[in-house]
């Protein structure tokens, strides 16, 4: 089966910026959708397509890609942006869709 | 503005069976791809399985672990979405959520429902 993988939790303090990456080995030829989840809500979609931001979401939401590895970063972080993080993308016959194990961000 | 409202949740016992439904609104149901993703408590989320529209041939997708006892359909004349689970075990107790797919984002689960929760236990 098809992994991605996900470091289980990032902290930084407010005003920084937050990075969080998503690795896997089609990740160079298959887009990675980002979703946020706070505590005891529904996932949010914050990222598409590697880079693309939904209307509605804040511009210190981003995303970019590089080879195998896929990077969420939140810069001026907010204690309101505290919450875990999920990757999402498809695996090599685009029939099965893999989470990665999601990154909890805490805020200092 | 799109609205995915689950029901059907519950406690059954193991071996046994359940259906979750998702009522749809504020899109064209019918040229939607749909997804199951659930969460069990306390882990991350995990996808389930897919649908696609009948001009897709209805063609549908399973994650490993539910392959042979779930089963996802759909019924575009009342805008709903199911999913059948038969030979439940523990291990599928969680929130079930639907999602849209692509609907305004190429590839993403763009809109979810708030989710049912599924209780496998004796």
């Known amino acids: 089966s098809y992994d991605l993988t996900q470091p289980p939790s990032v902290s930084v303090s407010p005003g920084q910026t937050a990075r969080i990456t998503c690795s896997g080995n089609l990740l160079s030829k298959e887009y990675v959708h980002w979703y946020q989840q706070k505590s005891g809500q529904v996932p949010l979609l914050i990222i598409y397509?590697?880079?693309e931001r939904p209307s509605g979401v804040p511009e210190r939401f981003s995303g970019s890609s590089s080879g195998t590895t896929v990077t969420l970063a939140i810069s001026g972080v907010l204690a309101e942006d505290e919450g875990d993080y999920y990757c999402?993308?498809?695996?090599?016959?685009?029939?099965?869709?893999?989470f990665g194990g999601g990154t909890r961000l805490t805020v200092l | 503005e799109v609205q995915l409202v689950e029901s059907g949740g519950g406690v059954v016992k193991p071996g046994g069976s359940l259906r979750v439904s998702c009522a749809a609104s504020g899109f064209t149901f019918r040229k939607a791809w749909l997804n199951w993703v659930r969460q069990a408590p306390g882990k991350g989320l995990e996808w389930v399985g897919r649908i696609k529209t009948e001009t897709d041939s209805g063609t549908t997708d399973y994650a490993a672990p539910v392959t042979g006892r779930f089963t996802i359909s759909r019924d575009d004349s009342k805008n709903i979405l199911y999913l059948q689970m038969d030979s439940l075990k523990s291990d599928d107790t969680a929130v079930y959520f639907c999602?849209?797919?692509?609907?305004?984002?190429?590839?993403?689960?763009?809109?979810w429902g708030q989710g049912t929760l599924v209780t496998v236990s004796s």
């Open positions: 397509k590697d880079t």
């Open positions: 999602a849209t797919e692509g609907l305004g984002s190429q590839g993403a689960f763009d809109y």
């Open positions: 999402l993308s498809t695996d090599s016959s685009g029939s099965h869709q893999v």
